[in-house]
């Protein structure tokens, strides 16, 4: 477990342990589900960094947003995901502290990034549509390509705060960590002593995602009411306006609500959840929106589903003019 100290004993690695009602005889088909949803959220997620890259038609500001969001969700599923896979397929729950001070830091580094970029995509949006004639002038591709660097940059700072502080604590007592993977609130309930460490990141959490949905919020307020405004579209470019803001609303509803729960239990003593419910909310604010984005993206991109019909088409005719 660690090293032996004259007063304590003092801990070099952490168990993941999951969900710690599910019985053994479930942990295979368990590994199965996260490799399946790990498999289909990188694929996915991949199938349009690809399209990105192979269509100049696609090298827009708004496209290069796409992308950021994808290679974000397949980072955090690449971060979270195989050691909770090997904790069900291998019962190899082990992970080293400074492993686990990283992956804890990525965790919160992704969840940062994909807060900032979902407040770039509103901001695009709301520029687009309210400033029509402005827009190709403000948000041009070296503009966007900037400021989604800036977000990738930024998005360490909070995080990196947290993970500096864990390097100077001391973790002396129990080292299993009832989560699907290493984070703020699950280390904190380990290190030893009393620690303002959770009041400080909880702070610095609410502040990064929080700030950027009241943005978020307003810039959709101020698209529809710029799109009820303006003469210049129809009822059916309303009703297309609504629809996405409406698909919108709801992944960033599933990203940002079921966290404000998580992540305050610890400081209303009338919101409790049980360790599994937890795991469960966790588990799903992580992974669902990684792994609708991409069907979400394809399916309602006018210019994505032309262009996965010219390669299906085009596949088809390679296929009949290949000799039999």
């Given at each position: 477990m660690g090293d032996v100290n004259n007063?304590?004993?003092?801990?070099?690695?952490?168990?993941?342990?999951?969900?710690?009602?599910?019985?053994?005889?479930?942990?295979?088909?368990?590994?199965?589900?996260?490799?399946?949803?790990?498999?289909?959220?990188?694929?996915?997620?991949?199938?349009?960094?690809?399209?990105f890259s192979l269509e100049p038609s696609l090298q827009?500001?708004?496209?290069?947003i796409m992308v950021s969001l994808a290679l974000s969700d397949i980072g955090f599923a690449t971060v979270a995901l195989p050691k909770l896979i090997a904790r069900y397929?291998?019962?190899?729950?082990?992970?080293?502290?400074?492993?686990?001070?990283?992956?804890?830091?990525?965790?919160?580094?992704?969840?940062?990034?994909?807060?900032?970029?979902?407040?770039?995509?509103?901001?695009?949006?709301?520029?687009?549509?309210?400033?029509?004639?402005?827009?190709?002038?403000?948000?041009?591709?070296?503009?966007?390509v900037g400021l989604t660097v800036f977000?990738?940059?930024?998005?360490?700072?909070?995080?990196?705060?947290?993970t500096i502080n864990f390097t100077f604590a001391s973790f002396c007592g129990p080292n299993k960590i009832i989560q699907?993977?290493?984070?703020?609130?699950?280390?904190?309930a380990l290190s030893c002593g009393k620690t303002n460490q959770y009041g400080a990141s909880y702070g610095a959490a609410m502040f990064i995602l929080y700030f950027p949905l009241g943005l978020i919020i307003v810039s959709y307020f101020w698209i529809i009411i710029s799109v009820f405004r303006m003469k210049l579209y129809s009822l059916q470019g309303k009703k297309k306006t609504i629809s996405t803001c409406a698909t919108q609303g709801c992944i960033?509803?599933?990203?940002?609500?079921p966290r404000f729960f998580v992540y305050s239990t610890p400081f209303f003593p009338n919101l409790t959840m049980t360790a599994?419910?937890?795991?469960?909310?966790?588990?799903?604010?992580?992974?669902?929106?990684p792994l609708s984005n991409p069907f979400i993206y394809c399916l309602r991109t006018k210019e994505i589903k032309e262009i996965l019909k010219r390669w299906i088409q085009r596949g088809k005719r390679i296929t009949q003019l290949a000799p039999t």
């Open positions: 007063n304590f004993t003092k801990v070099s690695e952490f168990i993941i342990v999951g969900f710690p009602d599910l019985q053994q005889e479930y942990f295979h088909l368990v590994a199965w589900i996260f490799l399946l949803l790990y498999v289909i959220t990188v694929v996915g997620n991949s199938i349009l960094v690809v399209i827009k500001p708004m496209y290069i397929w291998w019962n190899d729950g082990i992970i080293g502290i400074h492993t686990c001070f990283f992956q804890t830091h990525m965790i919160h580094y992704f969840g940062s990034l994909n807060s900032l970029i979902l407040l770039t995509m509103a901001l695009d949006r709301c520029l687009a549509v309210c400033f029509p004639f402005r827009y190709p002038l403000l948000m041009t591709v070296p503009n966007m977000c990738w940059i930024i998005a360490h700072v909070f995080p990196g705060i947290g699907a993977f290493c984070d703020t609130l699950s280390l904190t960033i509803s599933i990203y940002y609500i599994d419910k937890r795991i469960i909310t966790t588990l799903f604010y992580s992974f669902f929106p």
